[in-house]
Protein backbone atom coordinates (compact mmCIF):
# COMPACT_ATOMS: atom_id res chain seq x y z
CA UNK A 1 0.00 0.00 0.00
CA UNK A 2 1.71 3.51 -1.05
CA UNK A 3 1.60 6.44 1.84
CA UNK A 4 -1.94 8.18 1.49
CA UNK A 5 -0.89 11.90 0.71
CA UNK A 6 -2.53 13.23 3.42
CA UNK A 7 -1.16 17.00 4.12
CA UNK A 8 -0.67 18.96 7.63
CA UNK A 9 -4.07 20.27 9.41
CA UNK A 10 -4.83 23.50 9.78
CA UNK A 11 -5.72 25.44 13.32
CA UNK A 12 -9.66 25.52 12.17
CA UNK A 13 -12.82 23.39 12.14
CA UNK A 14 -9.99 20.52 12.76
CA UNK A 15 -12.01 17.49 12.46
CA UNK A 16 -13.90 19.32 9.14
CA UNK A 17 -10.46 19.39 7.83
CA UNK A 18 -9.84 15.59 8.46
CA UNK A 19 -12.89 14.54 7.51
CA UNK A 20 -12.84 16.86 3.96
CA UNK A 21 -9.26 15.43 3.03
CA UNK A 22 -10.15 11.46 4.14
CA UNK A 23 -13.48 11.63 2.04
CA UNK A 24 -11.31 13.08 -1.01
CA UNK A 25 -9.08 10.77 -0.44
CA UNK A 26 -11.57 7.82 -0.64
CA UNK A 27 -13.72 9.18 -3.36
CA UNK A 28 -10.35 9.67 -5.87
CA UNK A 29 -10.10 5.34 -4.42
CA UNK A 30 -7.05 6.16 -2.97
CA UNK A 31 -7.88 2.88 -0.55
CA UNK A 32 -9.60 0.39 -2.19
CA UNK A 33 -12.73 -1.28 -1.31
CA UNK A 34 -12.05 -3.64 1.63
CA UNK A 35 -9.13 -2.27 2.06
CA UNK A 36 -7.90 -1.05 5.72
CA UNK A 37 -7.08 2.20 5.97
CA UNK A 38 -4.50 3.68 8.75
CA UNK A 39 -4.86 3.77 12.33
CA UNK A 40 -6.15 6.29 14.41
CA UNK A 41 -2.66 6.49 15.52
CA UNK A 42 -0.86 7.08 12.29
CA UNK A 43 -3.97 9.63 10.94
CA UNK A 44 -3.20 11.20 14.19
CA UNK A 45 1.22 11.42 13.26
CA UNK A 46 0.47 12.12 9.77
CA UNK A 47 -2.12 14.98 9.97
CA UNK A 48 -0.50 15.96 13.13
CA UNK A 49 -3.90 16.90 14.87
CA UNK A 50 -5.84 14.73 18.45
CA UNK A 51 -6.84 11.63 17.92
CA UNK A 52 -10.49 13.27 19.09
CA UNK A 53 -10.16 15.09 15.79
CA UNK A 54 -9.52 11.56 14.06
CA UNK A 55 -11.90 9.65 15.84
CA UNK A 56 -14.79 12.70 15.02
CA UNK A 57 -14.15 12.65 11.54
CA UNK A 58 -14.07 8.74 11.00
CA UNK A 59 -17.20 8.34 12.67
CA UNK A 60 -18.75 10.46 10.39
CA UNK A 61 -17.56 8.63 7.32
CA UNK A 62 -18.63 5.29 9.22
CA UNK A 63 -22.06 6.94 9.83
CA UNK A 64 -22.44 8.00 6.06
CA UNK A 65 -21.40 4.49 4.66
CA UNK A 66 -17.88 5.23 3.71
CA UNK A 67 -15.85 3.23 6.06
CA UNK A 68 -17.11 0.41 8.60
CA UNK A 69 -15.26 -0.37 12.10
CA UNK A 70 -14.70 -3.91 12.79
CA UNK A 71 -13.09 -4.18 16.71
CA UNK A 72 -9.86 -5.38 16.67
CA UNK A 73 -9.35 -5.09 13.08
CA UNK A 74 -9.46 -1.64 11.97
CA UNK A 75 -11.12 0.82 10.10
CA UNK A 76 -11.79 -0.94 6.22
CA UNK A 77 -13.11 1.03 3.15
CA UNK A 78 -16.90 0.04 2.11
CA UNK A 79 -17.31 -2.12 -0.93
CA UNK A 80 -19.65 0.49 -2.20
CA UNK A 81 -21.04 -2.11 -5.06
CA UNK A 82 -23.18 -3.88 -2.61
CA UNK A 83 -24.34 -0.98 -1.09
CA UNK A 84 -26.98 1.43 -2.82
CA UNK A 85 -26.71 4.06 -1.05
CA UNK A 86 -27.09 6.98 -3.15
CA UNK A 87 -25.26 9.91 -1.27
CA UNK A 88 -22.24 7.62 -1.77
CA UNK A 89 -22.69 5.83 -5.18
CA UNK A 90 -22.94 8.85 -7.45
CA UNK A 91 -19.47 10.36 -6.31
CA UNK A 92 -17.74 7.70 -6.83
CA UNK A 93 -19.16 6.64 -10.83
CA UNK A 94 -16.62 7.31 -13.09
CA UNK A 95 -17.49 9.46 -15.86
CA UNK A 96 -17.48 8.90 -19.71
CA UNK A 97 -18.52 10.79 -22.28
CA UNK A 98 -21.63 9.27 -22.59
CA UNK A 99 -22.19 9.49 -18.77
CA UNK A 100 -21.26 13.30 -19.45
CA UNK A 101 -24.20 13.34 -22.13
CA UNK A 102 -26.84 11.64 -19.51
CA UNK A 103 -25.79 14.04 -16.64
CA UNK A 104 -26.85 17.13 -19.25
CA UNK A 105 -29.81 15.67 -20.54
CA UNK A 106 -30.59 15.22 -16.83
CA UNK A 107 -29.89 18.73 -15.73
CA UNK A 108 -32.06 20.13 -19.26
CA UNK A 109 -35.00 18.54 -17.70
CA UNK A 110 -34.33 19.69 -14.18
CA UNK A 111 -33.56 23.37 -14.72
CA UNK A 112 -35.68 24.27 -17.39
CA UNK A 113 -38.64 22.35 -15.26
CA UNK A 114 -38.10 24.88 -12.33
CA UNK A 115 -37.95 27.81 -13.89
CA UNK A 116 -41.91 28.68 -12.98
CA UNK A 117 -41.09 28.12 -9.45
CA UNK A 118 -37.43 30.44 -9.69
CA UNK A 119 -39.55 33.06 -11.31
CA UNK A 120 -42.26 32.91 -7.97
CA UNK A 121 -39.61 32.59 -5.75
CA UNK A 122 -36.79 35.15 -7.36
CA UNK A 123 -35.37 38.32 -5.18
CA UNK A 124 -33.53 40.89 -5.35
CA UNK A 125 -30.99 39.46 -3.66
CA UNK A 126 -30.75 36.66 -5.68
CA UNK A 127 -30.35 38.96 -8.38
CA UNK A 128 -27.39 40.40 -6.72
CA UNK A 129 -26.04 36.59 -6.24
CA UNK A 130 -26.42 35.71 -10.04
CA UNK A 131 -24.82 38.83 -11.26
CA UNK A 132 -21.50 38.64 -9.19
CA UNK A 133 -21.64 34.94 -10.07
CA UNK A 134 -22.01 36.16 -14.20
CA UNK A 135 -18.92 39.48 -13.40
CA UNK A 136 -16.79 36.44 -11.77
CA UNK A 137 -16.98 34.07 -14.32
CA UNK A 138 -16.44 36.91 -16.87
CA UNK A 139 -13.40 37.93 -15.19
CA UNK A 140 -11.76 34.95 -14.64
CA UNK A 141 -8.83 33.62 -17.22
CA UNK A 142 -9.81 30.80 -19.02
CA UNK A 143 -6.78 28.28 -18.08
CA UNK A 144 -8.07 28.57 -14.16
CA UNK A 145 -10.46 25.53 -14.97
CA UNK A 146 -11.45 24.66 -11.35
CA UNK A 147 -12.51 27.93 -10.99
CA UNK A 148 -14.30 28.31 -13.44
CA UNK A 149 -15.97 24.63 -12.51
CA UNK A 150 -16.85 25.98 -9.40
CA UNK A 151 -18.44 29.55 -10.59
CA UNK A 152 -20.42 27.84 -13.41
CA UNK A 153 -21.88 24.74 -10.83
CA UNK A 154 -22.48 27.48 -7.84
CA UNK A 155 -24.99 29.71 -10.68
CA UNK A 156 -26.91 26.51 -11.27
CA UNK A 157 -26.94 25.38 -7.74
CA UNK A 158 -28.24 29.17 -7.31
CA UNK A 159 -31.16 28.39 -9.26
CA UNK A 160 -32.14 25.24 -7.89
CA UNK A 161 -31.95 26.86 -4.46
CA UNK A 162 -34.00 29.86 -5.65
CA UNK A 163 -36.66 27.37 -6.97
CA UNK A 164 -37.88 26.77 -3.13
CA UNK A 165 -38.57 22.84 -3.62
CA UNK A 166 -37.02 20.52 -1.03
CA UNK A 167 -36.76 17.50 -3.32
CA UNK A 168 -35.37 19.74 -6.52
CA UNK A 169 -32.66 20.82 -3.72
CA UNK A 170 -31.98 17.82 -1.91
CA UNK A 171 -31.36 15.95 -5.63
CA UNK A 172 -28.70 18.97 -6.62
CA UNK A 173 -27.10 17.69 -3.32
CA UNK A 174 -27.02 14.32 -3.57
CA UNK A 175 -25.74 14.72 -7.15
CA UNK A 176 -23.17 17.30 -6.85
CA UNK A 177 -20.15 15.82 -6.65
CA UNK A 178 -21.15 13.75 -9.97
CA UNK A 179 -22.20 17.33 -11.60
CA UNK A 180 -19.10 18.87 -10.45
CA UNK A 181 -17.01 16.02 -12.36
CA UNK A 182 -19.35 16.26 -15.76
CA UNK A 183 -18.47 20.36 -15.11
CA UNK A 184 -14.97 20.03 -14.97
CA UNK A 185 -15.04 17.38 -18.27
CA UNK A 186 -16.70 19.99 -20.20
CA UNK A 187 -15.14 23.38 -19.23
CA UNK A 188 -12.04 21.19 -20.08
CA UNK A 189 -13.63 19.64 -23.84
CA UNK A 190 -15.07 23.09 -24.80
CA UNK A 191 -13.55 26.53 -22.73
CA UNK A 192 -15.40 28.54 -20.96
CA UNK A 193 -16.66 31.09 -23.32
CA UNK A 194 -19.37 29.66 -24.34
CA UNK A 195 -20.65 29.12 -20.60
CA UNK A 196 -19.88 33.23 -19.81
CA UNK A 197 -21.70 33.80 -22.73
CA UNK A 198 -25.11 32.12 -21.32
CA UNK A 199 -25.07 32.68 -17.90
CA UNK A 200 -24.90 36.80 -19.05
CA UNK A 201 -27.93 36.09 -21.53
CA UNK A 202 -29.95 34.06 -18.72
CA UNK A 203 -28.89 36.28 -15.79
CA UNK A 204 -30.19 39.34 -18.43
CA UNK A 205 -33.41 37.65 -19.05
CA UNK A 206 -34.33 37.17 -15.15
CA UNK A 207 -33.58 40.55 -14.23
CA UNK A 208 -36.06 41.91 -16.90
CA UNK A 209 -38.75 39.21 -15.52
CA UNK A 210 -38.71 37.48 -19.28
CA UNK A 211 -39.61 33.76 -17.78
CA UNK A 212 -40.08 32.89 -21.07
CA UNK A 213 -36.87 33.75 -22.48
CA UNK A 214 -35.15 32.65 -19.77
CA UNK A 215 -36.14 28.94 -20.18
CA UNK A 216 -35.19 28.94 -24.01
CA UNK A 217 -31.64 30.34 -23.22
CA UNK A 218 -31.06 27.79 -20.46
CA UNK A 219 -32.71 24.98 -22.63
CA UNK A 220 -30.74 26.47 -25.35
CA UNK A 221 -27.25 26.52 -23.04
CA UNK A 222 -27.53 22.99 -22.28
CA UNK A 223 -28.35 21.52 -25.43
CA UNK A 224 -25.53 23.49 -27.26
CA UNK A 225 -23.18 21.68 -24.80
CA UNK A 226 -24.93 18.54 -25.62
CA UNK A 227 -24.51 19.06 -29.00
CA UNK A 228 -20.82 19.93 -28.86
CA UNK A 229 -20.10 16.41 -26.47
CA UNK A 230 -21.52 14.72 -28.68
CA UNK A 231 -19.64 13.62 -31.35
CA UNK A 232 -16.51 13.66 -29.82
CA UNK A 233 -18.86 10.49 -28.10
CA UNK A 234 -19.78 8.87 -31.48
CA UNK A 235 -15.73 9.30 -33.02
CA UNK A 236 -15.09 7.34 -29.61
CA UNK A 237 -17.62 4.56 -30.18
CA UNK A 238 -16.92 4.18 -34.00
CA UNK A 239 -13.36 4.06 -32.93
CA UNK A 240 -14.19 1.07 -30.63
CA UNK A 241 -15.99 -1.00 -33.26
Known amino acids: MNPAPIRTIKSEKIHDQVYEQLRALLLDGHWQPGEKIPSEAELCRLTGVSR ?59 EVGLIPLLFDNLSSEDLDYLEKNVEDLERTPEEQIEAITELDLAFHKKLCLISGNSLIIKVNQILSDLFQKSMQDVVIALGNQTGRIYHRRIFEAMRRGDQEQTAAILQEHIENTIHSIRPATLRRELGST
Do not use: Y
Not at 63 to 87: I, K, P
Open 52 to 110: VSVRTALKSLIAQGFLVSRQGEGTFVVDVSVDMNMDLLVPIIGLDKKSILEVLEFRKIL
